[in-house]
C-alpha cells in the first residue's frame, strides 16, 4: 500500500499563478496578502519579478474561472489559486455569480488535471467578508496552503496519460 500526501516544505521550482478579483479589492487585497504570507514563510520566491509566481488581475470573481483555465491550460503551474469576493447585496445576482464561479473553478481543475484553488468567498456582508480577509484570521493563508500541498501531492502521483 502507497500513501500519498502532499508537503509544505518541497517548495523549489514550484510555479503558481494567483488570479484576483478587483471587485471587492479591499478584501481580494488583504486575501492576496495572506496567500503571499504564507508562500513566503515556505519558502516560495513571490516577487512578481520572480520565477515563482504570477499575478493576475481581473475585473471580478466572475471572470475568474475563464483565467483559471487559460493559466492552467498553459502548462506553466503546479497550481493556482483564485481570489475574490461575492458579497450578497439586494438582488438575485449574488446567487448566479456565487454558482457560476463555484462551477467554472471546479471545470477548470477537472479540464486541465491543474489543481485550480477555490478562493473565492461568499459572504452575506462586508463585515463577514473582511473577517475572512484578516480582521480574524486571514484565509488567503489557508488557500496558499492547499496551493502548496495539492501541489506538492501532484507531483508524486503517476501521470495516466498515454505515450
Sequence with gaps: ??????????????????????????????????????????GVDIDPNGTQVDYIWVPGSFEIPLMARQMA????????????????????????????????????????GVPVIFGILTTDTLQQALERAGIKSNLGWNYAMNALEMATLMRQIPSSQPS
Excluded: W
Aim: hydrophobic share 45%.
Design 1 to 42: 500500500m502507497t500513501v500519498f500526501e502532499g508537503t509544505f516544505t518541497q517548495t523549489e521550482g514550484l510555479r503558481f499563478a494567483i488570479i484576483i478579483g478587483r471587485f471587492n479589492d479591499l478584501v481580494t487585497g488583504k486575501l492576496l496578502a495572506g496567500c503571499q504570507d504564507c508562500l513566503k514563510r515556505h
Design 73 to 112: 491550460i498553459a502548462n506553466q503551474y503546479d497550481a493556482i489559486i483564485c481570489l475574490g469576493a461575492v458579497i450578497r447585496g439586494d438582488t438575485p445576482h449574488f446567487d448566479y455569480v456565487s454558482a457560476e464561479v463555484a462551477k467554472g473553478i471546479a471545470a477548470a481543475g477537472f479540464q486541465t
